[in-house]
């Protein structure tokens, strides 16, 4: 797997050819014969959360009709970019900001004393490996979660890295 690629270098992994606009038009195909799409696996419901719950306040956490809906369409690939990146479930929640040169950086949220944390590395090694397994399945558009900070489209790590790569994000 290439190393880590962040700010400035994500173009360095820019390769892919044009993806094309519409997962539909998609050449790749699973098993099943529709378009691969990758989606959160915690919308699918498995407990990988930082806090490791299905449900909040007896609220569903994840998104049944909706899966249930892209399931008639497509074939789901569920990625989780924080543990493919190595951190533990439950895990303390993080935030996402950007330097001047467009790299993450991701810090543990509600610290006190002063104190930091930073976990920028396992987000970015998780969402590379992301972006290797949609290269792998071919895979042209993700539905990931909205407001996390790895799968958020505009400012998670891993959103913004799929679509620096042409690859399509779409909000759950
Ligand atoms: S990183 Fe994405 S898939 Fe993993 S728990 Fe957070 S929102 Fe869900």
Not at 39 to 67: D, F, N
Not at 114 to 143: P, Q
Request: glycine letters at 10%.
């Amino acid at each position: 797997m290439d190393t880590v690629i962040i700010g400035k270098r994500w173009g360095e992994v820019n390769n892919t050819k044009a993806l094309g606009s519409d997962p539909d038009n998609a050449k790749d195909l699973g098993s099943s014969g529709k378009p691969v799409v990758a989606i959160s696996m915690c919308a699918c419901g498995i407990p990988c959360r930082y806090h490791a719950k299905t449900h909040k306040m007896g609220r569903r956490l994840y998104k049944e009709k909706k899966v249930a809906k892209l399931r008639e369409k497509y074939e789901l690939l569920p990625v989780c970019p924080e543990i493919m990146g190595g951190l533990p479930t439950p895990r303390p929640a993080c935030f996402t900001t950007w330097d001047d040169d467009g790299n993450p950086i991701v810090e543990v949220r509600g610290l006190k004393n002063g104190k930091r944390e930073f976990r920028t590395e396992e987000y970015i090694r998780g969402s590379n490996w992301v972006l290797w397994l949609c290269k792998e399945f071919g895979v042209k558009a993700a539905y990931l979660m909205k407001d996390s900070p790895a799968c958020d489209a505009d400012n998670g790590v891993c959103g913004r890295l799929l679509r620096e790569n042409n690859i399509i994000v779409r909000k759950l």
